[in-house]
């Protein structure tokens, strides 16, 4: 059966073809903007209140554009829709003998002769009248050939098997297409098209995306970045090199952020304040990086340490950009530096670049007092609390009584005491509830056996309320579980649902910082006498109450006592770090007790039953054996 391919002249099947294709791009890309502007509407405002703000974008016409796109192709989709519904398929119609005959199927030569005869007789091109003799021959042209077919077997059989008597026939196959697209007069323009979608457009996109996806690593980090931090961080390093080396990276020479001439002035003049409030207040002096001189980190510095300074920059595009470099190198603290210096268990260098996490949200100096953090202290009120009030931090304001409180802070006014209180009592006074070292099952911590770090975190100003657990599993709190049981610990750690329903952060108070900030902990577990850190930092994302942390660790195979720090370093506020040691007793094993023995209550098979019988006869023979053994080691 030959194959013959024909286009579409009337347009139905382009129209199914042309739905069907539309609705695969318009559909997932309207679900895909829709959820990116959830996820914008979504993307959290801060809610305190900020001194420093980043300049709000210009709206682009390219949202628009989509938007505009997307309802055309709706509309589209929904005229051609109403096409294929309205637009009638002209199907080919299959020619029946019996229908024509008017009879049954299946019916006897008899019969089809009969209705032959019958039809004849009435449809006869002499017997009919002058109007009607064209419509008669063509009926008498069908009455014949459908008694041919029914009465020749040849016919028949052909019929029976490819619906036509005259046999198989040509089967026509359309393509959803229009004439139009393959005409002459048409052909240069189609492949003028087919040219600039597959061999510029396509190209374009799918060689820009590979080039970007390329130049970044998981995280959205730069290659070169991640190259210059593996380079030049160290485990022993001072904080003021941390943010030497922050400043290096390749973000800071992207368009938005790169070194311009221009700004040079303005720049200087950022940095003569800027080494005024360090002169002025004893601190580290603020001078130019020796080892990275490139303009792009240098101006990255100088905008780094105004922020640190809280120097106020006049310049609004540099105001601006001062709060993306500090975004972005809030970014590159978190996922590079930390990561790297995790990876490597690097406790001190870990720590020093948690605490410079906390200088960029806060906008503090490393050497500043947690006071600082309220609304209305400046440099030289915090200078002047401590050196009159021996005021340092926000946790010893809050323990005064209230009268002595106003009394202190009398060089705020009574809006800003105010504010100050109601800030204070919103950063978190984190407590260790409790910390235990356990072998589970075991009372004794034995040479290389599998240790159960085990932490309950409290925030003592915010009203505790319960981690959700499983429903029907008791978990005793781990505050109440003596050491010595053994059994207590190991069904809390058992049973205690690690993945517990998550907690909302509370928002952190940074003013100086631009966006919104959540409130987050690192948990980190080092070794005192090495210096490292024995597990990888906990990041605790959802710690609104309290939070129990479990981990997992090797004992040395040393037996020894080792001391080792938990600390618990918040990521948003200076002043609320924790840390407590805990001692780990190694002992020998054989200061684990003793099993107790099994006990055996098989009893002995009666002497007249079958198993004593054949274990009487499996004495004999084994003795049988040990006799011969003995003869033929005489022998």
């Given at each position: 059966m030959g194959a013959k391919y024909t286009y579409d002249e009337s347009g139905v099947t382009f129209?199914?073809?042309?739905?069907?294709?539309?609705?695969?791009?318009?559909?997932?890309?309207?679900?895909?903007?829709?959820?990116?502007?959830?996820n914008s509407d979504a993307a959290v405002k801060p809610k305190t209140s900020k001194v420093r703000h980043r300049k709000a974008k210009a709206?682009?016409?390219?949202?628009?554009?989509?938007?505009?796109?997307?309802?055309?192709?709706?509309?589209?989709?929904?005229?051609?829709?109403?096409?294929?519904?309205?637009t009638k398929i002209k199907e080919a119609e299959r020619w029946d003998p019996y229908e024509v005959l008017g009879i049954d199927n299946g019916e006897s030569e008899d019969v089809i002769k009969r209705a032959y005869r019958k039809l004849s007789l009435k449809w006869h091109p002499d017997k009919a009248d002058d109007d009607m003799k064209e419509k008669a021959g063509e009926m008498m042209a069908e009455i014949g050939r459908a008694y041919k077919t029914l009465t020749n077997a040849e016919a028949r059989d052909n019929y029976e098997k490819y619906g036509n008597p005259d046999g198989m026939q040509t089967q026509s196959m359309g393509i959803a297409l229009?004439?139009?697209?393959?005409?002459?007069?048409?052909?240069?323009?189609?492949?003028?098209?087919?040219?600039?979608?597959?061999?510029?457009?396509?190209?374009?996109?799918?060689g820009s995306w590979w080039y970007n996806s390329t130049r970044y690593q998981k995280d959205r980090i730069l290659n070169t970045t991640m190259a210059t931090f593996f380079k030049n961080i160290r485990e022993h390093i001072s904080q003021r090199n941390l943010i030497e080396l922050l400043t290096a990276a390749s973000e800071f020479a992207e368009d938005d952020l790169k070194y311009d001439p221009s700004e040079e002035a303005a720049l200087n003049a950022i940095v003569e304040k800027s080494q005024n409030v360090s002169r002025r207040h004893a601190l580290e002096n603020f001078t130019p990086s020796k080892k990275f001189t490139s303009k792009s980190a240098w101006k990255a510095n100088v905008l780094l340490h105004s922020h640190f300074f809280r120097v106020k920059i006049s310049d609004a595009k540099l105001a601006d950009q001062q709060q993306q470099v500090v975004m972005t190198a809030l970014t590159l603290v978190h996922r590079g530096l930390l990561q790297i210096s995790t990876g490597h268990?690097?406790?001190?260098?870990?720590?020093?670049?948690m605490g410079i996490s906390q200088m960029l949200v806060q906008g503090v100096c490393a050497y500043d007092a947690p006071i600082i953090q309220l609304p209305g202290i400046t440099w030289e009120t915090q200078h002047k609390l401590y050196e009159e009030k021996k005021l340092y931090s926000v946790n010893q304001l809050m323990r005064m009584p209230a009268p002595e409180q106003r009394e202190t802070l009398q060089v705020l006014s009574d809006k800003q005491f105010s504010e100050a209180i109601q800030v204070a009592k919103t950063i978190p006074r984190l407590e260790i509830a409790r910390a235990m070292l356990t072998v589970v099952g075991d009372k004794v911590?034995?040479?290389?056996?599998?240790?159960?770090?085990?932490?309950?975190?409290?925030?003592?100003?915010?009203?505790?309320?319960?981690?959700?657990?499983?429903?029907?599993?008791?978990?005793?709190?781990i505050e109440s579980i003596e050491s010595e049981d053994t059994a207590a610990i190991e069904n809390f750690v058992a049973n205690y649902k690690k993945k517990a329903d998550k907690q909302s952060p509370s928002e952190a108070y940074c003013p100086y910082f631009a966006g919104r900030k959540d409130s987050q902990w690192w948990l980190c577990f080092a070794s005192y006498q090495s210096g490292k850190l024995v597990v990888p930092p906990v990041r605790i994302n959802d710690l609104e109450s309290e939070r129990v942390i479990v981990l997992q660790f090797q004992a040395p195979p040393q037996k020894e006592t080792y001391r080792f720090h938990v600390g618990v370093k918040s990521d948003s506020f200076i002043g609320c770090d924790i840390l407590q040691e805990v001692q780990m007793t190694v002992v020998d094993r054989t200061e684990l007790p003793t099993e107790p023995p099994v006990v055996d209550d098989i009893s002995e098979p009666e002497e007249d039953s079958i198993a004593a019988q054949m274990a009487q006869l499996r004495?004999?023979?084994?003795?049988?054996?040990?006799?011969?053994?003995?003869?033929?080691d005489e022998e």
């Open positions: 129209f199914y073809y042309a739905l069907t294709v539309l609705s695969l791009v318009i559909a997932p890309a309207t679900v895909y903007f829709l959820a990116g502007k959830r709206k682009s016409s390219l949202p628009r554009a989509k938007v505009a796109l997307l309802l055309a192709g709706w509309a589209l989709i929904f005229l051609l829709s109403y096409k294929v519904k309205t229009p004439r139009l697209l393959v005409e002459a007069h048409t052909s240069p323009f189609v492949l003028a098209l087919y040219g600039l979608i597959f061999g510029f457009i396509m190209p374009f996109y799918v268990n690097w406790y001190s260098c870990s720590n020093l670049l911590i034995t040479p290389s056996s599998i240790v159960t770090l085990i932490v309950k975190l409290k925030i003592a100003n915010v009203k505790g309320k319960i981690v959700p657990r499983e429903k029907g599993v008791p978990v005793a709190d004495g004999q023979q084994a003795g049988a054996r040990r006799g011969a053994d003995d003869s033929s």
